[in-house]
């Protein structure tokens, strides 16, 4: 989007997922006690706040399919909180994946938005997935972060949106975008952020109706795809 619209500064995309996950050990499958995923980009780290107490974002990602696990994972699972490097299989959805620890954090607020204890990388899934065209793909639904520049007119910006987003969808029709206030989110810095999903929007059942939440926290900052 940068390319496109000089108003945005940055952007990071990201999938969650929750369902019963396995950790394979030899030729055993321990379910966790954690349910959710979070598949992230390495710039996630740029706008969510997560401690690291043994390797950190910037090194995690040299990995093709790095881990990041919770020190509470780490401990219940792997006994110890010293596991950099080790090798690791989960099931999720039925899907095997495998990947390097390479990173663990404390274990995030109950009360953040993305409190993830497993974090696994959204290239490495989709990669996973066959679908390594995702950053272009305007029907690819995931949860995106757009950041603007302080001032910015976010009725211009997302009428432009919605206009290239049909354009570029081959949609009939422009869909609506809606910009809704939240209070607060748990991110490591204030932002306002537009979460999506889709692409750059969710498009719901025929109508072509779409919704953006933005989050507030009193700056001027969003984020989503390029």
Known sequence: LSARYPEVIKNTSFESKTAAIYIKQEDNLIKSTYSEIGFVEKNFFDFFNFKFIAGDAEESFKTPNPLIISEDIARKNFGRVDVIGTPVSLV???????????GIIKNPASNSNVNFHWIGSLPHLMQVQEKEDYKTDWHYQCKNFVELLPGTDHSDFTARLSQDYARLAHLKQAPKILITALSQIHVNKRLRIITTLGILILLISTINYVLLSTYAVSYTHLRAHE
Do not use: A, R
Request: hydrophobic content about 35%; aromatic content about 18%; proline content about 0%.
């Open 92 to 102: 999720v959805n039925d899907q095997f994946l495998n990947y390097t620890i390479t």
